[in-house]
């Protein structure tokens, strides 16, 4: 099969019905392709107890609030999956799934879009997925000798199958101090972090990150001091589990060991830790195998952009991978700005 239409988007996560929704108010021709099999994105695969860091009102796509959640301040993942399932229906959105893309190439004047189901010729693609399903795991000496088991944070749901069990959470962010806090109550926990733990004041939500995020753009752009953005105000969110767990001193940091050995972790002093677990809380990379025929990446692996626009390819942008896509672009709230700018550039690259 082969089709052609003015833009693909590939993604169909928060990211890629944001880009959607503004195309769709362009009058652009377009598609969505979504690897999985139902709408929500990656939230479909979070752990069980994962909260949004901010209010429903305050965690909205472009075009409609996201309604509130009964009983929660903060709404859990399952809420935001049911919120993306209608926002998708509401508009109408073109998603086809499950679709894989395999490659994007240059094919002229056009995109080309290879996917497991046929190709598309695009005048342009929005690539928007994310970094969910590029989990980073660390080089550390003796990992591949340690007897437990291994996991990512992708890989956890609940601390129900750790009950008991001597757990080591590797990791001082948002998903660090989430999970031990969920393990802090019936396992043996030890919660390891590069520096000691920076939590934000308790009334911080994802609002405040939001425009410090947009701050720090501005400033940059306008050549002004760089004013550190989210770093700046710490690197963990109080959300009420953390708080509580904190409060009752479960969250006691250690620094971040030596190696792994067969029965858990060692510190450069020779001090161990015993394990049966090991929760790799440790981050992501952008997932951008697809855009590898375009060759665009830098020594250091990244792709140059003005904005969410490759420098070195007009035709292609990329959308919510961080703010160097736009401040805060990873965010519900936060990815409706870029993609307005995205789709816009777009409409007047090919009208």
């Known amino acids: 099969m082969t089709d052609r239409t003015q833009v693909v988007v590939i993604g169909g996560g928060q990211a890629g019905l944001a880009a959607g929704y503004h195309l769709r108010r362009l009058g652009l021709d377009f ?42 301040e903060y709404p859990d993942a399952a809420h ?28 002229g004047e056009l995109l080309r879009v290879r996917t497991d189901s046929g190709t598309w010729h695009a005048g342009a693609v929005i690539s928007a997925t994310g970094t969910w399903w590029r989990p980073f795991l660390p080089a550390v000496p003796g990992r591949a000798d340690f007897r437990g088991r291994q996991l990512h944070t992708v890989e956890y749901r609940s601390p129900r199958e750790f009950a008991g069990r001597r757990v080591i959470v590797v990791g001082g962010g ?19 972090t590069q520096r000691a ?36 105000l710490g690197d963990i969110v ?23 050995v067969p029965g858990g972790v060692e510190w450069a002093d020779g001090t161990r830790a015993e394990a049966d677990a090991i929760i790799w809380c440790t981050g992501f990379r952008p997932a951008l195998s697809h ?34 896509t736009g401040p805060a672009s990873a965010t519900l709230i936060g990815v409706g700005r870029p993609a307005r700018e995205a789709a816009r550039q777009l409409a007047e690259l090919i009208t």
């Open 31 to 72: 598609v969505v392709l979504d690897a999985q099999t139902e709408p929500g994105g990656a939230w479909q695969q979070t752990w069980d107890s994962l909260h949004l860091f901010s209010p429903a009102a305050y965690s909205s796509l472009p075009g409609r609030f996201m309604p509130p959640q009964a009983g929660e």
């Open 80 to 107: 935001v999956v049911g919120y993306l399932r209608d926002y998708e229906k509401r508009y109408e959105l073109p998603v086809h799934r499950p679709v894989r893309v395999r490659g994007v190439h240059r094919d």
């Open 174 to 192: 948002n998903s660090g101090a989430q999970i031990a806090a969920d393990l802090a109550h019936d396992t043996e926990l030890t919660w390891v």
């Open 197 to 232: 733990p920076r939590y934000l004041a308790d009334d911080i939500d994802g609002r405040a990150l939001f425009d410090a995020a947009t701050a720090r753009r501005r400033a940059l752009d306008e050549g002004r001091t760089d004013t550190g953005g989210v770093a700046s």
């Open 238 to 260: 109080a959300v009420p589990p953390v708080r509580a767990a904190r409060d009752r001193g479960l969250l006691s940091a250690s620094p971040m060991f030596t190696c792994l």
């Open 291 to 324: 855009l590898a025929p375009l060759q665009l990446r830098g020594r250091r692996g990244h792709i140059a952009t003005e904005g969410t626009r490759a420098v070195d390819e007009p035709r292609l942008h990329l959308l919510g991978y961080g703010d160097w």
